[in-house]
């Protein structure tokens, strides 16, 4: 029962831990395993591709040297960000928790209905820490992967050169691998400018990381509406009226 109080209280910090020991892990495995390039089909709609970018996520990249770093820059300033508001929800979420618990049934229920309450459901700190989890993950690639590991070009990559990596800290690349070649076909010959050309969906590759965001960003997308108290929706229906 500790260890099942322990997690409700930790959710941020298991979620983000669980998924970077995940992302790096089949970072790591890929590095030490694939050069750019090969590729493992484990369903013909599902295959591991091994590729690396120098930006942001889905292959997608953002200008030079000076826009990685930048790019990394942002990333870190928005880690922190989140790192602090997930700490401070997580802290209102336990002593609104507290409060609720120490009602009956009618009183939890008055509570909810004053106009200055706020839920911090479980799903915002989810989609939160998906988030942060993800852009940690990449982080790290960008930071460090530079500085402990060989190129991938032509062989596999050591961990720790004896030369040194292949790049300074914040100019690594990002590690992708996950390949999803749903289906092909053409565009119809009637389409302006793309008419008749082959087309191929899923095309970008990505990673764990890339996942996570996605995943996160969506899950807030989706039940951002619920993050209010029941009273909240009660009253833009009676203003609209």
Same mark, same amino acid.
């Given at each position: 029962m500790?260890?099942?109080s322990w997690c409700k209280r930790h959710i941020p910090l298991l979620i983000v831990a669980g998924v970077l020991i995940l992302d790096q892990a089949s970072k790591f495995w890929i590095k030490l395993s694939m050069r750019i390039g090969d590729e493992i089909q484990v369903f013909s709609w599902f295959r591991i591709h091994f590729l690396e970018n120098e930006g942001m996520a889905f292959g997608l990249s953002f200008g030079e040297n000076f826009g990685k770093l930048l790019l990394s820059l942002v990333r870190i300033a928005a880690i922190v960000f989140l790192v602090w508001y997930l700490r401070k929800l997580n802290k209102e979420r336990l002593a609104l928790q507290g409060?609720?618990?120490?009602?009956?049934?009618? +009183?939890?229920l008055a509570a909810r209905k004053k106009? $200055?309450?706020?839920?911090?459901?479980? $799903?915002?700190?989810? $989609?939160l820490s998906l988030i942060l989890a993800g852009a940690i993950g990449n982080v790290i690639d960008c930071a460090f992967y530079g500085m402990i590991f060989s190129e991938s070009y032509f062989h596999v990559a050591e961990l720790f050169p004896e030369g040194g990596g292949y790049a300074p800290f914040l100019h690594g690349h990002v590690v992708d691998m996950l390949y999803f070649p749903l289906f092909q076909g053409h565009y119809p +010959?009637?389409?302006p400018w793309v008419g008749g050309r082959e087309f191929l969906f899923f095309r970008p590759v990505f990673n764990l990381a890339d996942s996570a965001i996605t995943i996160g960003f969506l899950l807030?997308?989706?039940t951002q509406r619920s993050f209010w108290w029941p009273e909240k929706k009660q009253v833009q229906h009676d203003f609209h009226q």
């Open positions: 500790r260890f099942i409060q609720l618990a120490g009602m009956t049934a009618e +009183e939890a106009p $200055s309450g706020i839920v911090l459901k479980t $799903s915002l700190l989810v $989609s +010959e009637w389409m807030f997308f989706f």
